[in-house]
């Protein structure tokens, strides 16, 4: 079974620095994807960022390009984000997501992925 959990969420004030993990498990890790998404309430799931865990190339929403950065520790079937310069905005619950078919890599991951873990709470404050 493909079971992703993401973790390291917490409270933290604007302008300041988290780094989310994703431990995945059930598939292939190098020749899929993950995505990161968010929601934050009421409103709607967004794209955050997709890591091709195969060569470790990294697509990011214009809302976090410059400020979040995807890695991989494919080792560890484990996946990062670093987020920085945060803001009120980023306010969120973050899901990490995967869709199992290799090679896919992140193609259309905007649109949503296949399987998401249970989420962790990232509040930022002024």
């Known amino acids: 079974d493909v079971q992703l959990q993401a973790s390291g969420g917490g409270l933290v004030q604007t302008g300041g620095s988290l780094r989310l993990s994703c431990a995945a498990s059930g598939f292939r890790f190098d020749d899929n994807a993950i995505g990161w998404f968010r929601q934050a309430p009421g409103k709607e799931r967004e794209a955050v960022s997709c890591?091709?865990?195969?060569?470790?190339?990294?697509y990011y929403s214009e809302s976090v390009k410059g400020r979040f950065t995807a890695s991989t520790d494919n080792v560890q079937n484990m996946v990062f984000l670093q987020m920085k310069s945060l803001k009120l905005d980023d306010t969120a619950v973050y899901y990490c997501?995967?869709?199992?078919?290799?090679?896919?890599?992140?193609?259309?991951?905007?649109?949503?992925?296949?399987?998401y873990g249970k989420g962790t709470l990232v509040t930022v404050s002024s």
């Open positions: 997501a995967a869709t199992v078919a290799p090679k896919l890599g992140c193609a259309g991951y905007i649109y949503g992925m296949e399987y």
């Open positions: 890591i091709n865990l195969g060569d470790g190339s990294t």
